[in-house]
């Protein structure tokens, strides 16, 4: 290294001239006498530019086009040896004063930015490399990440990585091997072009060994990591249009320059594949009291990041992470929109033109986790916002086991009125229609309802004492995918249906039976000219799921790949409408491209389809159940075996032959959306194990049965033979050795005895089959 260079590193990393101090200036501070400031501060516009603040987000440098404090190094030629004349008074010739350097953290702008500076205090002249290393840093520093060259032999990731590597000191100052690796890049490399690649030579071996595994912890990293789909508006404006972009919600130890750099360069991993534009950082070291969070967004990119910064201040609150109470004061920046003395930094504070691309976390560090940041990011950037829905027709449904009175009667006293669906369901086979839609009073299933509060309240009672209550909640007004969704997600898992008052009366009555929450379906009309793009991302499929079953759309309960391969997505011929079926409920989605004037939403056959096979899952799993039940029973008491069934093998058979069908429809959509239901559902392996279930009830009776009638034949009849003998001997009063059949009166009272008790013994035994056979 050249003698002037060595003389700048020496300057900067011994403990006697120079002092480094990252304490923060106030609002308004000034740099002292012999004080620099580098990349920190603040300033008024209305304030006169000061010589010896050198950061490029100043007014005074914003409004020079400066990109950063490198560059603004550079513009201060003149204030640098004015200054330089002030430090050598009253010193030797050739030699500086005390000097303080006060700087945020030793990035790479600050630190060209300080060697450029004290190479012009020492020597008077610029050296021969610094334009292209300002015009490198500039580009680095806007986050133009096309320019910032091979990610293993780039200035900016061999210094991160060097910093990783060899961290400064508590005071700000920077390693010795930092400052002399930008020293020597300074002295060998000239030119913008060269720093995106440097030569070998200049790459130590460690940290090159580094830059390597980074590319390998980065892929190790996207299996835990979050990617999602994010709508960035493009103005400030409240209906501003809006850009789609892929996010990267990451968690590392890595540097955080690093992770971003390979995010945006990462095109495989992408939904667009045009790399992860926009990501939240988490860096938290052992013993690091300050959690470190960047989001940014890639400046050559449509979107901004306007306002966010602000709006994740107040999030925070007004404690700090200790819980003592946030400062407030004066504003640090003239555009931020609040006056805590630590805020979320933003990019667009300094900038009085140029939209916001980043936003970094406070000072003093964060109380929020970082799961916390992420859903707060995607509440306030989600795609489904610019969704927009018409109209929605949605049905919460819930089984339960009647408790109480004749359901009918109960029903009936409390307001109710019986109710037909068969209008409904004029698409169905007249089979289900009699069965289930409650067309006559012999169905199978009955139907009530109740208007209350602009809902309509309705009550389903089946057989097995299993009734469905499901509540008609209509929607007219327009409103966002996203905000449906979430309304419908906190019905589905509160009380406040409940608190309808055709319900609190009903409550007494109905045991829970299933999960203990609301099943959805739904009818939506979404206008395709008044919505963002409806692609296949996986955001805005989550979106839909979420809808489809009644779950919150966080980002914590996005659906995960199992539960996107297990739900139905059908789609009519003309692909106008799709049906969404999972496991807890369903939507109808009908896209429009123009807002045209439909009627009404309201109950129609998909929503029966959805009761249908609601009453068939839990018809089944309760006929199943009281099964067991019996058969426990039977198995636990001698003469239970005896007994018949009761009503379970009719249940059974009103399940079979009544509910199950395999076709409901002529209409095959209708019977492809029912077979879809039955399958989500596990109806047929349900039914299949019930059959197993019967039988194996059926064999065991047969079996005890069996056994009873060889105790009849085997214990009884041998001595009902022996009884008539005797007695028909005793009868004619002579010894039994003297009858001879047929001679005496006595054997054929004998006879005649013996032939009533075996018509009566298996004339029991065949009535008994016959009637056990009637009951199944």
Request: hydrophobic share 40%; charged share 25%.
């Amino acid at each position: 290294m050249e003698a002037r260079l060595r003389q700048v590193v020496e300057l900067l990393v011994g403990e006697g001239q120079v002092t480094w101090t990252s304490a923060k200036p106030l609002p308004g501070d000034e740099p002292g006498p012999r004080e620099l400031f580098i990349s920190v501060g603040s300033r008024t516009e209305a304030l006169p530019p000061h010589p010896r603040m050198l950061a490029w987000k100043l007014p005074q440098w914003t409004r020079r086009s400066v990109r950063s404090s490198t560059g603004a190094v550079l513009l201060s030629a003149a204030e640098l040896e004015a200054f330089s004349r002030e430090l050598r008074q009253g010193q030797p010739e050739g030699s500086l004063g005390p000097l303080t350097l006060r700087v945020h953290e030793p990035t790479l702008d600050v630190v060209c930015a300080t060697l450029l500076a004290v190479y012009r205090l020492l020597h008077g002249a610029w050296p021969e490399g610094a334009d292209g290393l300002a015009d490198y840093v500039g580009e680095w520093e806007q986050g133009h990440t096309e320019s910032a060259g091979d990610y293993e032999r780039a200035l900016g990731t061999v210094f991160y990585a060097a910093l990783n590597l060899w961290p400064s000191s508590d005071e700000g100052r920077p390693a010795r091997e930092l400052v002399e690796l930008v020293a020597s890049v300074v002295e060998r490399v000239h030119s913008a072009v060269e720093l995106a690649k440097l030569p070998e030579v200049l790459v130590p071996v460690t940290i090159s060994r580094r830059l390597k595994a980074d590319e390998l912890l980065y892929r190790a990293e996207l299996s835990r990591a979050q990617r999602v789909q994010l709508d960035l508006p493009l103005g400030e404006q409240e209906n501003a249009p809006v850009r789609r972009v892929d996010a990267l919600f990451l968690s590392s130890f890595q540097d955080v320059t690093v992770l971003r750099l390979l995010a945006r360069s990462d095109e495989v991993h992408t939904h667009y594949g045009q790399g992860f534009d926009f990501m939240a950082i988490h860096i938290a070291r052992p013993g690091q009291s300050k959690p470190w969070h960047a989001f940014s967004l890639t400046p050559e990119r449509a979107g901004s990041l306007a306002n966010l910064a602000g709006w994740l201040d107040e999030l925070e609150g007004d404690r700090l992470p200790d819980g003592n109470p946030r400062a407030r004061g004066k504003r640090r920046f003239e555009r931020q929109p609040n006056d805590y003395s630590d805020p979320w930094y933003s990019d667009g504070y300094a900038s009085p033109v140029g939209r916001s691309t980043m936003v970094a976390a406070p000072y003093s560090g964060t109380r929020l986790s970082r799961r916390e940041l992420w859903e707060a990011l995607w509440d306030r950037f989600n795609v489904g916002r610019n969704v927009r829905i018409l109209r929605a027709h949605t049905v919460f449904a819930r089984p339960f086991l009647w408790r109480g009175p004749a359901p009918d009667v109960e029903l009936v006293s409390r307001g109710f009125r019986r109710c037909d669906l068969s209008a409904q369901g004029v698409a169905f086979h007249p089979a289900v229609v009699n069965s289930f839609l409650g067309a006559t009073h012999e169905a199978d299933v009955l139907h009530y309802e109740k208007p209350a509060e602009g809902h309509n309240v309705r009550v389903s009672v089946y057989p097995n004492r299993l009734v469905v209550v499901w509540v008609e909640r209509p929607r007219s007004q327009e409103t966002s995918l996203y905000q449906l969704a979430r309304e419908q997600a906190v019905l589905a898992e509160s009380k406040e249906l409940w608190d309808l008052e055709p319900l609190r009366g009903l409550q007494a009555w109905l045991a829970p039976l299933g999960p203990e929450r609301w099943l959805v379906y739904g009818a939506y009309r979404i206008s395709r000219g008044r919505s963002s793009m409806l692609d296949d991302s996986r955001s805005m499929q989550g979106l839909f799921h979420a809808l489809a079953s009644g779950t919150e759309p966080s980002l914590e309960k996005l659906p995960s790949e199992a539960a996107a391969q297990s739900r139905r997505v059908l789609r009519d011929a003309a692909g106008e409408t799709e049906h969404w079926l999972s496991s807890t409920g369903g939507a109808r989605i009908e896209f429009l491209i123009e807002e045209e004037e439909r009627g009404p939403l309201a109950s129609d056959r998909d929503f029966l389809l959805f009761l249908l096979t609601i009453g068939q899952r839990y018809s089944a799993f309760e006929t199943s159940r009281r099964m067991a039940e019996v058969e426990q029973r039977y198995r636990t008491s001698r003469w239970q075996s005896l007994r018949p069934a009761r009503s379970v093998r009719s249940d059974v058979m009103l399940f079979t032959n009544s509910l199950w069908h395999t076709r409901v429809s002529e209409d095959p959509d209708v019977n492809a959306r029912y077979l879809s239901w039955h399958s989500l559902h596990g109806l047929q392996e349900t039914v299949e194990a019930m059959k197993d279930q019967a039988a194996e009830l059926d064999q065991y009776k047969r079996d005890q049965f069996d056994r009873m009638v060889g105790i009849l034949v085997f214990v009884f009849l041998p001595v009902s033979l022996a009884c008539g003998f005797f007695s028909g001997a005793q009868f004619q009063e002579m010894s039994p050795s003297v009858g001879i059949p047929g001679a005496t009166t006595g054997w054929l009272v004998f006879l005649g005895y013996t032939a009533a008790f075996t018509v009566l013994v298996f004339g029991t035994v065949f009535m008994a089959r016959v009637m056990s056979w009637r009951r199944r």
